[in-house]
């Protein structure tokens, strides 16, 4: 048994946590990943956004037609992106890794972790303790296990995650994706952009139906003009063989189809990892979704045992666990003056075609809470930046109480959609109100901004 002073379990966001300030503790830094640094950097948030820059650009011939710009269709190459994009991440896993494993302070396990009673981990046929441990270890793909033949279907390789899909060798031809959130969202815009059919098989009637239904209902709109959208269809059965995906539906009118593709991207969601690590058995609580369950400190139920990240926050967003992370930082070496998450509202952006991005409640949320709201949905096209772009399908949406004059909840839709946002969610975090926000400042013309500035204006709250 070997007892350290702190452990972390995670080489996500739980690396980061361990800086200088820690020289003289000794701590044990796990992690089981096929590539250190967590999924944000191998699988997550950078390479995707880095394959979302070359997909872009490829679209550019598309916004320059209705401006007069006849530009001929660029052409990517999908091995030499990829090999960029990955040949700029991997020797940061690598160096990281190897400066962790170097580090004098610092036990590296490259191996999974389970609790075995309360402060009692077993790594590598080791026991260890620690007196304070930290539960960074993430999240995971989900494959939904009520679809006959997807489990057998992995094996001919012709199904794939977003770990796998970003490494294939080739483009596919035809690329179906099961699910119509975040990654189905992205990666539709990527692999399209790049040449491939894609076909999106969505259960609802909408693409990313979790957002305000002004932004769902024109994302989806967009969507059908780059993607085959199959709404309302219900997965019964997946085949694959060493030549093609079979994906079997059945839509909400009860008629079946047969749907065939060289690959199958599976993008139904993703569950914290806090089964692999046997939480319960340290006598940590977890929530019906298997989250563990933190307080505002980031603190679990047991003494000593913070957690952070995808396992505890059901946002599932990084800048979400690099903000814990701090707090769990500061608390670590601070446990006199502890410090609380008290951020709010916490922002998202899908880097989709078109960009969305939102902050606070949706228009129905808003409701529901009992809000006396206003509403405003500002066009793109009602500014100059708008009548430059040409734009006719982008907007910013925006809900205020009447009363507090605060926004509850910003929507946007739109090119720079997830920079467009920040000006909105700093007035929401320090609780500017609307009339400050829109007059209180100078917006530089003919900036795009000057929507955000119209929308606040639109609500019709000034003083
Ligand atoms: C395709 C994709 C795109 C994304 N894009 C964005 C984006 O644009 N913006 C954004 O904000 N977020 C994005 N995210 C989400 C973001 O990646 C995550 O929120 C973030 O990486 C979570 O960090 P974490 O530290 O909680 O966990 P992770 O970075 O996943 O780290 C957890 C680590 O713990 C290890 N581990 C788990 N269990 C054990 C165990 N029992 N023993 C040992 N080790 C274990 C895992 O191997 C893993 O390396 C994206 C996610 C995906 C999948
Ligand atoms: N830009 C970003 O910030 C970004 C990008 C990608 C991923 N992420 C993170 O990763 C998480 C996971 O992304 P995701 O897109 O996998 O999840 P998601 O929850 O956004 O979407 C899951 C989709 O799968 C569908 N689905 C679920 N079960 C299904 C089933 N049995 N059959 C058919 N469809 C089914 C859902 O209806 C939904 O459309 C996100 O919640 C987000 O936190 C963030």
Redesign the pocket.
Known sequence: MRHFDLIVIGSGSGNSIVDDRFADWDVALIDDGPRFGGTCLNY??IP?KMFVLPADILRAPEAGAPLGVFAPQPSADWAVVRDRIFGRIDPISTGGEMWRAEAANVTLYRDTARFTGEGTLEVSGETITADRIVIAAG?R??S?A??AGLDEAWASQRVHN?DTVMRIDELPERLII?????????FAHVFSAFGSHVTV????GA?L??EDAEISRRYTAAAARHVDLRLGH??DRVEADADRVRVHTTDNGGVQHVLEGDLLLV????RPNSDRLAVTVGGIEVDPLGFVVVDAQQRTSVEGVWAVG?VSNP????HAANHEARIVQHNLLHPDDPRENTLAPLP????GHPQVAAAGLTEAEARAAGHDIAVAVQEYGSTAYGWALEDTESCVKLIADKQTKQVLGAHIIGPQASSLIQPLVQGMSTGVDVPTMARGQYWIHPALTEVVENALLSLGLEA
């Open positions: 997550g948030c995707t999240s793909c989900t939904p009520s679809i977003s099961l699910g119509a959130g975040f990654i189905a969202a992205e098989v969505a259960r609802s693409m139906r979790r219900s997965t993008a139904t969601g993703r995808d946002s599932m967003l990084k998202h952006a899908v880097f």
